[in-house]
């Protein structure tokens, strides 16, 4: 089975901040084929439904903030949020649907 | 627009079996898959398993030998049933919309195991 790490597990962030968070995989998830990457970022708030961010690595869902952005190949991803805002903290989890699907355990974004 | 939404029993008995039922619109069984993902309070989610647009069906290997996923096409619904239920099956169970990404999620249900 793929494992999906994340880092930090949590983080304090002051509005406005530049904020990025780590996914690593202990295996690629490139499919040679298409050159896609098959991971998803996820934000969940208390109470709610995880919601979808971002696919194939750097893809916005639609509807989703230009100041959200997902990055990497391969084993190591990045999401970052430029400015964050009062209403982005939540918990953050990586998904790969390379083989089947595994979540990473999140990223916790409070306020400082 | 999409809709999932999940029902069944908030409280079961440890080694009974824990059956549940998702009934979707706005989209249909037979274009997209559905997957059941489950999420113990405060932990991050856990994949279990998909049916296939196509009717196959996938399991995560961990809990294989106790799940099984079906649907009903003609009622728009998918079900979960997992056998030998124990405290640490306690969580919110999700049904979600599957492209591989999980584009839409129901509200979920809270499933209690505890005698």
């Known amino acids: 089975d793929i494992v999906m790490t994340q880092t930090p597990s949590s983080q304090a962030v002051s509005a406005g901040e530049k904020v990025t968070m780590s996914c690593k995989s202990s295996?690629?998830?490139?499919?040679?084929?298409?050159?896609?990457?098959?991971l998803a970022w996820y934000q969940q708030k208390p109470g709610q439904s995880p919601k979808l961010l971002i696919y194939w690595a750097s893809t916005r869902e639609s509807g989703v903030p230009d100041r959200f952005i997902g990055s990497g190949s391969g084993t190591d991803f990045t999401l970052t949020i430029s400015s964050v805002q009062a209403e982005d903290l939540a918990v953050y989890y990586c998904?790969?649907?390379?083989?089947?699907?595994?979540f990473g355990a999140g990223t916790k974004l409070e306020l400082k | 627009q999409v809709q999932l939404k999940e029902s069944g029993p908030g409280l079961v008995q440890p080694s009974e079996t824990l059956s549940l039922t998702c009934t979707v619109s706005?989209?249909?069984?037979?274009?997209?898959?559905v997957s059941w993902v489950r999420q113990p309070s405060g932990k991050g989610p856990e994949w279990m398993g998909r049916?296939?647009?196509?009717?196959?069906?996938a399991y995560n290997s961990a809990l294989k030998s106790r799940l099984s996923i079906s649907r009903d096409t003609s009622k728009n619904q998918v079900f979960l049933k997992m056998n030998s239920l124990q405290t640490d099956d306690t969580g919110t169970y999700y049904c979600?919309?599957?492209?591989?990404?999980?584009?839409?999620w129901g509200q979920g249900v809270m499933v209690t195991v505890s005698s």
């Open positions: 295996q690629s998830l490139l499919y040679n084929e298409n050159k896609k990457n098959y």
């Open positions: 049916m296939w647009y196509d009717g196959d069906t």
């Open positions: 979600t919309r599957d492209r591989g990404l999980l584009d839409y």
């Open positions: 998904q790969q649907y390379y083989n089947l699907d595994t």
């Open positions: 706005g989209f249909s069984l037979t274009s997209y898959s």
